[in-house]
Nanobody, 128 residues
Framework: QVELMESGGGSVQAGGSLRLSCVAS????????KGWFRQVTGKEREGVAA???????TYADSVKGRFTISQDNAKNTLHLQMTNLKPEDTGMYYC??????????????????????WGQGTQVTVSS
């Protein structure tokens, strides 16, 4: 079992930046990977970025070159640095962990069904 809590969301104008954080607690394992996802009301949750236990990263095409995922395992913290934000980046952002012992690689790490534990989300709103 693991509890995840996101923070850092807010409202910015297009071209602005935000840094999201996700702190994990009560976790008893090191996940194979960690992911950031976003969802707009009425649409499916989509993968934004993921990072493996050995720091390999995967990004959705829509955020490549603008978003950077990173982790600090000593602090059980996951980050998402978002720059040059666009209105289409608006949504609720979630961090997620797969279950212990689950191996998720490459593009599969951006698929929500691969993940078992989710935070409550933090809202990002980008105005034009």
């Amino acid at each position: 079992q693991v509890e995840l809590m996101e923070s850092g969301g807010g409202s910015v104008q297009a071209g602005g930046s935000l840094r999201l954080s996700c702190v994990a607690s009560r976790n008893t394992y090191i996940p194979y990977c960690k992911g950031w996802f976003r969802q707009v009301t009425g649409k499916e949750r989509e993968g934004v970025a993921a990072i493996s236990h050995d720091d390999r990263t995967t990004y959705a095409d829509s955020v490549k070159g603008r978003f950077t995922i990173s982790q600090d395992n000593a602090k059980n913290t996951l980050h998402l640095q978002m720059t040059n934000l666009k209105p289409e980046d608006t949504g609720m952002y979630y961090c997620a962990y797969p279950a212990a012992g689950t191996t998720v690689n490459g593009v599969r790490s951006l698929v929500p069904v691969e993940y078992n534990f989710w935070g409550q989300g933090t809202q990002v709103t980008v105005s034009s």
